[in-house]
């Protein structure tokens, strides 16, 4: 059968729950309109070399919809516009991002589906304004991608970490401790207040509010004056004390930008010898991104990928969908990547995890 057009679809970034279903839907979906879906491989290294793409049928995107990870592959590595090469005197960074056009043409497509976060987004922004007809479609744990009130995989991310915390609850109540869960969220505390506020923490402590740890200290020891003798504290991997910096257990290099992490056993550490009790912390990690979707996760990746398809195939190149209840709306993909969309410090999850007594350090 004579096919319409032909849709890229790649997935970019750190992978997570529901970007199978966002696969899955957008290749049926093309399908149904009489489009071509080209599965590219690995981000845009899928366009750097051309052998890294396949025709996707419905048939191969069969059995995916309640899967982790993605078919496609992916890597936080491979900006074609600042691409890392290796040399005798050390890495530089080179501009592919010609390539990437060439090879889009090369495969005949009409348009690219680009499945990602913030990073992968700003490159989409990018080549649509070299001229290559992109759409996006919001995907992070993170839920930190700005004009969508959620990105898929937030959800599935949350749920892990508040089942974290009503199992840290049992061994915290039992031994009367004070347990730190540090969960991800580079710039952002979504993760961290929504898991907090629904898994019952008594501390939150997010990037969007610097903390004091004697504040910390305080809530602790306040909670033992009532006979709690245990405490739960969430921190955001991108938390900071006021006045201090972001902990980083790896340094940036090879084209990403370091990984955070340890914030969670400093502050552990601090509890412990200010207040005396007996304190231990944990590190969430990639636990959060990996594994099933909630069904929620499935809904919104089905609607997006149904959506974007559905947007390329009517035209509406260099927009991005985007959750705007109670529908699914497209936006320009530049005010998408305009800025990182933060907790506001007043927002009402903020409030009422104030109002329940809930400390955030400040
Ligand atoms: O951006 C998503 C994210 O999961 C962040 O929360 C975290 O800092 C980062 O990716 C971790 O990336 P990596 O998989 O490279 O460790």
Known sequence: MKRRGRLGVLTGGGDCAGLNAVIRAAVRTA?????ESVGIQESFGGLLNTKRSRVLRPVDVRGILHTGGTILGTTNHGDP?????????????VDRSAEVVANFKK??????????????LKIGHKLS???????????????????????????????VA???????????????????????????GW???????AGGADVILIPEIPFDIHKVCEKIRDRARRGRRFSIVVAAEGAVPIGG????????????????????ELVSERISKITGAETRSLVLGHLQRGGRPTNWDRLLGTRFGSAAVRAAVEGHWGQMVALRPPTIKLVPLSKAVAHLKRVPKASDIVRAARDLGIAFGD
């Open 81 to 93: 516009f600042r691409f890392p090469r290796r040399t005798p005197d050390g890495v530089v960074y």
């Open 191 to 197: 993760i961290a207040l929504h898991s907090g506020v």
């Open 162 to 188: 508040t089942e974290a915390l009503d199992r840290l609850h049992t061994t915290a109540s039992s031994h009367r401790r004070v347990m730190v869960l540090e969960t991800m969220g580079r710039n952002v």
């Open 31 to 35: 399908d149904s309109l009489g489009w």
């Open 245 to 264: 910096v972001q902990r980083f257990q790896e340094k940036a290099g090879l084209g990403f930008e370091g990984r955070l992490g340890g914030i969670g």
């Open 107 to 120: 495969l005949r497509l009409n348009g690219l589906i680009v499945i990602g976060g913030d990073g992968t």
């Open 129 to 159: 304004e070299m001229g290559v007809p992109v759409v996006g479609v919001p995907k992070t744990i993170d839920n930190d991608v700005a004009a969508t009130l959620m990105t898929f995989g937030f959800d599935s991310a949350v749920h």
